[in-house]
């Protein structure tokens, strides 16, 4: 993705549910959706319990917006960050949005800004509760992020026996070749995880240890896989067909 064509994205930080050891990794993976134009955390920075943020904001040319917590039992954070998210939203100056928390709060401000014709990219730990997840048309688990995009995934890759085991994930991958597949049953792999991630925005191949989508689909052996020239200098397209497709053809 160049730089011109390269969607404008507004990061926006929930401090009180996010730790700040994640955040280099965090923005590592935020670019592969695009620039983060706009770079804020929200948080009571008067309190103790950020203190280790400090380094991290300045490193990463975050802007910290202080919100006192006036009233015990309201996360005024959240309304802050909120009243940011439709502010920057009506600027129309943004391609998308990456709301970083593990709080269902944020549930409904997701799905504002989806009606609105613009991508959320949200980011949590695992407990963080499903509607928030299904609110975003991606969701990245902080646990799965290694800090460099090139890392390998920090699980340990399931087996072949193990992932075809996994009922859920062969149904889902099988489905999405079938739907994106030609009427000879090979299916580009880019259109193969389009229609993944609209149907389980958590997806992600880290998920069962693999840092690719690429790397799992072969993992679970269950696909041919052919990489096919597009053009001089150009890099190859990978396209995959169900095994058991290829044997009944």
């Known amino acids: 993705m160049s730089s011109e064509s390269a969607a404008k ?148 890759p399931r087996s072949a026996a193990q992932l075809k085991q996994d009922a859920g994930l062969v149904n889902l991958l099988r489905n999405a070749v079938d739907a994106a597949s030609d009427e000879d049953g090979w299916a580009g792999l880019g259109p193969v995880g389009s229609i993944i991630s609209k149907q389980r925005p958590d997806f992600d191949a880290r998920n069962y240890g693999y840092a690719k989508l690429s790397d799992l689909v072969a993992a679970t052996t269950l696909f041919e896989i052919e990489r096919r020239s597009t053009g001089e200098g150009r890099p190859k397209t990978i396209h995959v067909r169900n095994r058991k497709k290829a044997a009944r053809g």
């Open 9 to 156: 994205l507004a990061v926006l930080i929930d401090a009180d549910n996010a730790q700040p050891a994640i955040i280099a990794a965090l923005l590592a993976e935020i670019a592969k959706y695009g620039t983060a134009h706009v770079k804020r955390a929200y948080g009571d920075w008067t309190g103790t319990h950020l203190k280790g943020w400090k380094d991290e904001l300045l490193r990463q040319s975050i802007q910290p917006i202080q919100q006192f917590g006036y009233t015990r039992g309201k996360n005024a954070t959240d309304s802050a960050l909120i009243i940011d998210a439709m502010d920057l939203l009506y600027s129309e100056r943004f391609d998308g949005f990456c709301i970083v928390s593990s709080d269902s709060d944020f549930t409904r401000l997701a799905g504002r800004i989806r009606e609105s014709g613009l991508a959320v990219y949200g980011f949590g730990e695992r407990k963080t509760p499903e509607p928030f997840v299904s609110a975003c048309d991606k969701f990245i688990y902080v646990e799965n992020l290694s800090g460099k995009p090139d890392e390998e995934a920090p699980l340990k």
